[in-house]
């Protein structure tokens, strides 16, 4: 394998818009079937290879750490759902998970549905998208996709017998059943720009029927059926707007009907209970407000406020049950669930006992009962399923996900500190430690963020971490603008016009991480995938000195190549996030922070890049000519590694559970090698 890092051609491809000029050396790499393209991507493999022999017995260590942290044989809790408990189960030595159902209780017969290692025998990759069993739980309709282009094909299975129906269909991005038992109504996507756009409903046996297709490129579909079994909704929505249309589950054959029109800026979410549409909707603040409307007329002159607006309280989404609702709300940055009993009005919160976690909710399958599933996990407690009472307010723990090799909670702490921005804005940062950890500048620090869309950067628990704690390591989350962690509000602080705000936020937590002494410079790593791969490069081109390392997955890092071209995936979409260069100032400010564009002949930090070949949302080209760029211009003698997943996986890389522990034991090496640890 080679020792020395491959240098790529240049084939300068000119654009000129808005009197300013772009010119891409690397625009050759998006030719996925030219050969070349190929060979270039082999030998940047080579090479990270290469340069990380010296690390396979830390590799090797690690994964074997990891391994035996978990219980490779395990069950998941089971759900109910129409007199059966479903749940997975997996095997040790086995990738994938088997998905299982027994009638009545748990000591009944297993009935195998999908065994997701039988599947994918042959294959390297395999994802399971929709799992939707009809109202007699006589039929399972599924999609899966080989490849890790999230492209799904639709499978209906009779139960019964085990034999799949010759009903098919591809691209499909959601499912439901009507209460028939006999009619799909699913969504497709476009098979060039993967918005999803025509929705469809289909009997069993027969031609589907096209119902809808959004022309508007802003905007996407999805199908889904209430809790109630009430009705089916078709949500349209782009990032700022949104419109729903219905059709009572009961009578798949009737005609879609409009919720409420759409409207620039608003965006609303029904639920439905009894005669009444439960409306979650942001008319009067960013931050949403709830309101009641009779599902004869649903339109805005019948609705009544449940709940009022609240600037400091988000709220994110609601369940709705035979004599209850939940609403998960946001406040300072964490989960909170009210509940409210229906009948009488009562409300009441339920409460969570660290200063630091994330809380959602589980698989609630069943409309007619007071057991609320709720997931709950921190940096330090392990996911837990609890099963709670919304009457007599009694919680049960029904499992916590068991971390072998003596694991214990108390030997860890976490925190929340606040970093202060350019501006004065408040940014939280979460932290993770073994007890006994002095803040004296000299630990390692992993910093991770992510800023965009409005996506909340909860905290998690992974047993793999603690290779990492266990070694010295400080772990952290940046909650910085761009993303939900803190609302609507903060989303839209860190977008747009204002992106950059997402950028300076990060450099900010990073600073004060040195300053208070939690790490120092050239201890300090950081990490981010996707969009947080695009604060990774801007990060870097701003402030190169201020990291010792940055590992980055699948990052979105041509910003300008990319947003100029409507045909890709997911471009047009983009723009209520980012901007549309096709509008000057958007493309002069988008410009001034776009990765690829700003890389100038300078020391930067060393870097770690992953990315898929068949990564749908962000191309593999977009990785391999920043790359390419780097190796170019810059001035140091730090390692540039770029890993690229050649065998079909997708955006969140490999599928398979031990395929994914040895690459997290590849990055982890990776990174204990920069601050000097071997072993």
């Not at 998006?30 to 082999?42: D, G, H």
């Not at 809790?227 to 349209?236: A, E, F, N, V």
């Not at 939940?326 to 669930?337: I, M, P, Q, S, W």
């Not at 034991?665 to 000097?676: N, P, R, S, T, W």
Request: glycine residues 6%; neutral net charge; contains cysteine.
């Amino acid at each position: 394998m080679s020792q020395t890092p491959p240098v790529a051609k240049k084939i300068p491809k000119i654009t000129k818009i808005h009197g300013d000029t772009l010119t891409d050396d690397y625009f050759w790499l998006r030719e996925k079937s030219n050969p070349e393209v190929i060979t270039y991507l082999k030998a940047e493999n080579d090479f990270t290879e290469a340069m990380m022999k010296p690390t396979a017995a830390l590799q090797d260590t690690l994964y074997k750490e990891m391994l035996a942290r978990i219980k490779e044989t395990d069950l998941s809790v089971p759900y109910p759902k129409d007199g059966y408990l479903y749940y997975t189960r997996t095997e040790q030595g086995k990738q994938y998970p088997i998905y299982c159902r027994k009638k009545g209780t748990l000591r009944g017969k297993e009935e195998t549905l999908l065994d997701l290692n039988a599947m994918a025998e042959g294959k390297p990759f395999l994802s399971l998208g929709a799992f939707q069993v009809s109202n007699d739980s006589n039929l399972l309709a599924y999609s899966t996709d080989d490849t890790g282009f999230r492209q799904y094909k639709l499978h209906v299975k009779d139960l019964r017998t085990g034999q799949l129906l010759p009903d098919t269909a591809e691209r499909i991005t959601s499912i439901t059943w009507a209460n028939d038992n006999k009619t799909l109504f699913y969504v497709t996507e476009d098979a060039t720009t993967k918005r999803s756009n025509q929705f469809y409903r289909h009997t069993l046996g027969s031609k589907s029927q096209l119902l809808f297709e959004e022309k508007d490129e802003l905007y996407n579909i999805g199908v889904s059926r209430t809790r109630s079994r009430g009705y089916i909704l078709l949500g349209i929505s782009s990032s700022t707007t949104s419109e729903y249309r219905y059709l009572a589950a009961t009578k798949p054959n009737s005609d879609l009907k409009v919720m409420l029109p759409r409207e620039k800026d608003h965006e609303y979410y029904p639920d439905h209970h009894g005669k009444l549409f439960y409306i979650r909707t942001n008319d009067t603040g960013r931050n949403f407000r709830l309101v009641t409307a009779p599902i004869t007329d649903p339109s805005k002159k019948n609705w009544k406020e449940l709940i009022a607006h609240r600037s400091d309280v988000m709220l994110e989404d609601t369940d709705f049950f035979a004599n209850h609702y939940v609403v998960y709300e946001r406040e300072d940055g964490l989960n909170k669930f009210r509940v409210t009993d229906l009948k009488t009005g009562d409300l009441h919160y339920v409460n969570f006992p660290e200063p630091v976690y994330s809380a959602y909710g589980n698989t609630n399958a069943e409309f007619n009962t007071t057991r609320f599933r709720f997931g709950y996990l921190s940096f330090v407690t392990p996911s837990s399923v609890f099963e709670y009472d919304l009457s007599t307010k009694r919680r049960r723990l029904l499992k916590e996900t068991e971390v072998l090799g003596g694991y214990d909670k108390t030997k860890y702490t976490s925190e929340r500190i606040y970093a202060t921005a350019s501006d004065g804005t408040k940014v939280p940062i979460s932290l993770v430690y073994k007890k006994g950890c002095r803040l004296n500048g000299e630990n390692p620090l992993l910093l991770e963020g992510y800023g965009s869309y409005g996506i909340p950067n909860d905290v998690d628990f992974s047993s793999n971490r603690f290779s990492l704690l266990d070694r010295g390591f400080i772990y952290a989350v940046a909650h910085i603008r761009g993303g939900g962690d803190l609302g609507k509000p903060w989303h839209d602080a860190g977008k747009m016009m204002v992106k950059k705000n997402t950028f300076t936020d990060f450099i900010a937590c990073a600073e004060h991480l040195t300053d208070k002494q939690y790490t120092s410079q050239d201890r300090l790593l950081i990490t981010g995938g996707s969009a947080g791969g695009l604060l990774m490069g801007a990060v870097t081109n701003i402030r190169p000195e201020l990291f010792k390392a940055v590992i980055s997955y699948v990052p979105f890092v041509d910003v300008m190549n990319t947003m100029l071209d409507a045909s890709l995936p997911l471009t047009v979409g983009e723009y209520l996030e980012w901007g549309n260069p096709n509008e000057k100032d958007a493309y002069f400010y988008m410009k001034s922070y776009s990765p690829y564009d700003n890389l100038e002949a300078k020391d930067y930090p060393t870097m770690l890049i992953r990315t898929s070949l068949n990564d749908s949302q962000v191309m593999y080209w977009e990785p391999a000519k920043y790359v390419a760029k780097l190796r170019a211009m810059k001035t140091d003698k730090n390692l540039l590694l770029f890993k690229t997943k050649l065998e079909p996986g997708g955006h969140g890389g490999a599928s398979g559970r031990y395929d994914r522990l040895r690459d997290t034991a590849f990055d982890y090496a990776f990174m204990l090698h920069q601050v000097g640890i071997t072993k």
